[in-house]
């Protein structure tokens, strides 16, 4: 399947700087958590997920399509 | 030592400056910064005072921190009775001023009374001097330091802009042109002195003990903690990354609080930002550098930061990155704090809009609202009334149950609809309306902890005001994500005795207390600790928030249980028992 992946900030140094990243996966399913695995994001750096514009946690399914937003933590204001 | 152990007092209406040792009883509770300051206020004002009379005193604190190479370690707290609230008010600045003033031989410096005409300060190490400033007066902010500048050479300069001296409840005070001392009215206690600037040049240094093992414990830190995702998106992106966040949260303010969503959010992000970026600024041993300096037309500074894109971007209906950074610009220039300001216009936009008074302006109307800095800061025609802040406004022209204010204080820009734990935060905060005495948002709305809840939200607050009291004071910066461990490390090496986390949370307890026990003393209690009625009764409409609301009584549990767990009672005041406990 294809899917379009975003890494917000810092998070971008995952991917050699991209920030937006046009895949093709082997797989027709896997979750937000497990495609973060493959970059070797860390979850304790990620803040939260969203998944075609919407909030969703990690364990969400990824379909064909989506386009998957990471962002990073933040603190201070 | 980490403490210079000196106290500049200076008392305008005589003319008389002399010195005397910091209070080390008080800087041991307090530490610095903002407990030390709001110790000595609490001390030495007496109640009721008129905040803008000579009575009210000006406080600039450094920190234990200060001057030394501890990342995010530049900050200055300058502190006073509020003119827009009428409570505490400590205010924290970046940049260079901070270690400056410590260079110069000084960690507080004290301001009593009032000038009979305009004047500026000029310290310079013992040296200190008060100079007529009849010709500075009636100039902006950034003239005003550039003409110091040339007449003083190598300076750094606190200066006040027209807001400061027409007294304006929302006047900030300025330092290296972008940086402010921004909430409470802080640059109007300057200007009802006839202060309009104090510029410092400091030739000393300070002493650190064992700089050896100082050195590898800050470097081994900066390396493994500061430098690192918890805290790189001050630097890849600074604040304007949390537009979208907010967007997506649908807790970003727009058109005056009405929705948590912006159709031109993309206009006012950080992509947006970065795409009129020139460089990267930070303030004295900082490795983050979260500053973006921008240039767009014909105008160049140093932000829009998310609070100014937020408040006086899609809260007024603005999604053109061009005006906002003039706006911006000249906010920073009258020295008009751009949270307040951007939801005064805001405020007046409904108003209008809603046909309550024609204030002639609306949302998105870019050439009105380009009007705006400049008419609020003078008082001139329509900006007479906007002048007086959104709870002033409220009580003359209507509009009450969406003033969206907190003690008199204008709301930041995080939806309390869509982060409830941010109401609570808002609603206790000791200046009023606050995003930095606590910032859940962080971790409810753009975490993982459900927003929609009441359940552990107070306890999530006091944890965060009472670490973020003892950052304040020591000082470091909010955007270093430090545990309190590494504090107690770090000042343990400084102060040359053995400080523990849990010291430290105690030290932060008593900040808060000695803040809440100082308003108490003004008459305030829970009837001030209230959230705008739009929170309680209005809905969201769009985005991750539609259909959200803060119910009253949701609000009313948390308060409750916040209470509860500071051991205060019912009405929110402080117990015998706690004043005993924490040493009060």
Redesign the interface.
């Known amino acids: 399947m294809e899917i379009t992946l975003l890494l ?5 140094k995952y991917t050699d700087g991209a920030e937006l990243l046009e895949l093709e996966l082997d797989e027709n399913e896997l979750t937000v958590s497990e495609l973060l695995q493959r970059f070797k994001v ?1 979850t ?2 990620v ?2 997920v ?1 998944v075609n ?3 969703k ?1 990690l364990n969400q399914l990824i379909k064909g399509g989506d386009t998957i ?1 990471v ?7 | 030592m980490a403490y210079i152990d000196k106290v500049l007092r200076i008392n305008l209406t005589n003319g008389r400056t002399t010195s005397e040792p910091l209070n080390k009883e008080w800087a041991k509770d307090y530490l610095g910064g903002k407990g030390l300051s709001i110790k000595y206020l609490y001390e030495e004002l007496k109640p009721g005072i008129d905040p803008l009379s000579a009575d009210n005193k000006l406080i600039l604190m450094t920190g234990p921190l200060t001057g030394t190479i501890v990342p995010n370690s530049g900050k200055l707290a300058i502190a006073a009775k509020s003119p827009a609230t009428g409570t505490i008010l400590d205010c924290s600045i970046g940049g260079h001023f901070a270690p400056e003033l410590k260079f110069a031989g000084y960690d507080a410096v004290i301001i009593e009374g009032k000038a009979t005409e305009p004047i500026y300060l000029f310290i310079e190490d013992s040296n200190v001097e008060l100079r007529n400033a009849a010709d500075l007066w009636g100039k902006g902010a950034h003239e005003t330091e550039h003409l110091l500048y040339e007449r003083l050479g190598d300076v750094i300069t606190l200066a006040i802009g027209q807001a400061g001296e027409n007294l304006l409840p929302m006047a900030c005070i300025s330092s290296e042109l972008y940086r402010q001392a921004g909430r409470g009215g802080i640059g109007a206690v300057m200007g009802s002195k006839n202060l309009k600037a104090i510029s410092v040049r400091g030739n000393g240094g300070v002493k650190i003990p064992d700089i050896r093992k100082f050195s590898a414990t800050l470097n081994k830190i900066k390396r493994e903690d500061t430098m690192t995702d918890d805290n790189m998106w001050a630097y890849s992106d600074g604040t304007p990354m949390i537009v979208d966040l907010s967007q997506s949260t649908g807790i970003l303010p727009t058109r005056n609080f009405q929705e948590g969503t912006f159709d031109e959010y993309k206009n006012i992000n950080s992509e947006a930002v970065k795409s009129v970026l020139k460089a990267k600024k930070a303030c004295f041993a900082c490795p983050l550098a979260c500053s973006n300096y921008v240039k767009m037309g014909k105008t160049e500074i140093e932000g829009p930061e998310y609070e100014t894109l937020a408040l006086c971007g899609s809260n007024c209906g603005i999604g053109d990155m061009e005006a906002l950074i003039e706006f911006n610009r000249l906010c920073d220039d009258h020295c008009l704090d751009t949270i307040s300001a951007g939801n005064t216009v805001a405020f007046a936009m409904e108003l209008t809009e809603k046909g309550i008074h024609d204030f002639g302006i609306r949302f998105g109307d870019v050439e009105n609202y380009l009007q705006m800095p400049t008419l609020i800061a003078t008082r001139q025609g329509v900006g007479a009334d906007l002048a007086l802040g959104v709870k002033k406004m409220a009580e003359k022209f209507g509009g009450r149950d969406f003033a969206m204010e907190v003690k008199g204080l204008e709301i930041p820009g995080y939806e309390p609809r869509g982060s409830w734990a941010m109401g609570l935060a808002y609603g206790t905060a000791d200046r009023g309306a606050c995003h930095l005495r606590a910032w859940p948002a962080s971790v409810e709305a753009f975490g993982k902890i459900d927003p929609f809840t009441s359940e552990g939200k107070a306890e999530l607050v006091i944890g965060m005001q009472d670490i973020n009291s003892v950052k304040f004071s020591a000082i470091w910066c909010d955007f270093w994500a430090i545990s309190t461990e590494q504090m107690a490390e770090i000042l343990t090496l400084l102060l040359e005795r053995d400080i523990t986390a849990a010291e430290l949370s105690t030290i932060g307890e008593r900040i808060n207390n000695l803040a809440r026990l100082f308003n108490e003393r003004e008459g305030f209690d829970r009837k001030d600790d209230y959230l705008p009625t739009r929170v309680h009764n209005e809905k969201l409409t769009t985005g991750f928030t539609a259909g959200k609301s803060l119910p009253r009584e949701n609000y009313e549990k948390m308060l409750s249980e916040y209470y509860q767990l500071r051991g205060w009672d019912e009405n929110g005041k402080i117990t015998a028992e706690k004043k005993k406990a924490l040493n009060l």
Do not use: E, W
């Not at chain 1, 962002?71 to 204001?77: D, I, L, Y």
């Open positions: 917000k900030g810092p998070l971008k860390p304790s750096s803040s939260f969203q514009n919407a909030k946690d937003t962002n990073p933590r933040v603190a201070g204001g």
